[in-house]
């Protein structure tokens, strides 16, 4: 074969391929009418509202104390601690220690987690209509640090949220701040 008709044969090849992509219609791999919750709960649907009767969860082999939520793929405690802790070491090691419907495992959210429960339309409590949890109005503790406040070189602020207001702020790691216990896979700079 002569090398000219190589030349055209690789030319047109790489145009048709071009050609193809522009022409191809876009795939939906994961179509919402194709996921089924109850088999696939773990999917997480960051583009997607869920109502809060399809993204909360009540987990019956936890003793009805834990909540999946559909959306993160996280499993939170339903009713969280109503008595403020002093101390956010306190609340580290009191998630550490827990045993929730039998099981072991839990943690102190990241800011990041905590804060995907926020329903910035509501008010005491700042969560979505018709959640399960039972819980406090005022600042929850997370595991993430404020690295931009330090008193010497010791850290002296941790994020919290304040499901009374819709809130998210720096706090001191010495006032007093409630605690909800989250299991599921972390981030490990968090920690």
Do not use: F, L, T
């Given at each position: 074969m002569h090398p000219w008709n190589n030349y055209l044969e690789y030319t047109f090849g790489a145009f048709g391929l071009c050609a193809a992509f522009l022409v191809a219609q876009p795939v939906n791999v994961l179509a919402t009418d194709t996921i089924d919750p109850a088999t696939q709960p773990h999917l997480k649907?960051?583009?997607?509202?869920?109502?809060?009767?399809?993204?909360f969860v009540v987990l019956a082999d936890f003793n009805n104390e834990a909540v999946l939520d559909r959306e993160t793929g996280l499993v939170w405690e339903r009713s969280p601690n109503v008595h403020p802790t002093k101390f956010w070491s306190d609340s580290r090691q009191i998630c550490v220690n827990k045993n929730l419907g039998g099981r072991r495992g839990w943690r102190l959210p990241s800011i990041h987690e905590l804060a995907s429960l926020l329903d910035d339309s509501q008010v005491n409590p700042a969560l979505q209509p018709g959640h399960p949890f039972t819980i406090s109005n005022g600042?929850?503790?997370?595991?993430t640090l404020d690295s931009m406040i330090s008193n010497g070189g010791i850290l002296t602020s941790v994020w919290t949220v304040d499901f009374g207001v819709?809130?998210?702020?720096?706090?001191?790691?010495?006032?007093?701040?409630?605690?909800?216990c989250v299991r599921g896979p972390m981030n490990a700079d968090t920690y």
């Open positions: 649907s960051w583009s997607n509202v869920i109502p809060a009767a399809k993204r600042g929850y503790w997370s595991a819709a809130g998210v702020r720096s706090n001191g790691n010495d006032i007093s701040g409630h605690i909800w």
